[in-house]
């Protein structure tokens, strides 16, 4: 299985960034998927889920109603739309995907992409 995150960027606050999580490998339905974000100096946080048919999401309180986790499975891809940024949505954003697990907590995932850098200027 490997795990592609893309679309980070420079944004503004306020403004919007939607991004990428490509699955290869594997069917992609058979997996359960989640976004991660690190600051500099901070642990790795989460920030969404989604169930492996897309019916069941789960938010981070500080994401909650500005950020919507979706998938499309014909694509094999995974997005994280990113709505009302904040400074404090500043880090390195990473997707991961486990068979079994639908939760908050990165340990129990066992697949991870390479990160993309969303930093939010004031």
């Known amino acids: 299985v490997q795990l592609q995150a893309s679309g980070g960027g420079l944004v503004q606050a306020g403004g919007s960034l939607r991004l990428s999580c490509e699955f290869s490998?594997?069917?992609?339905?058979?997996?359960?998927m989640g976004w991660f974000r690190q600051a500099p100096g901070a642990e790795r946080e989460f920030v969404a889920a989604?169930?492996?048919?897309?019916?069941?999401?789960s938010y981070a309180d500080s994401v909650k109603g500005r950020f919507a986790i979706s998938r499309d499975n014909a694509r094999n891809t995974a997005y994280l739309q990113m709505n009302s940024l904040k400074p404090e949505d500043t880090a390195v954003y990473y997707c991961?995907?486990?068979?079994?697990?639908?939760?908050?907590?990165?340990?129990?995932?066992?697949?991870w992409g390479r990160g993309t850098l969303v930093t939010v200027s004031s």
């Open positions: 490998g594997r069917t992609a339905s058979s997996y359960l």
């Open positions: 991961a995907a486990d068979r079994n697990y639908y939760g908050r907590y990165s340990g129990n995932y066992d697949y």
């Open positions: 989604i169930s492996k048919s897309g019916d069941s999401t």
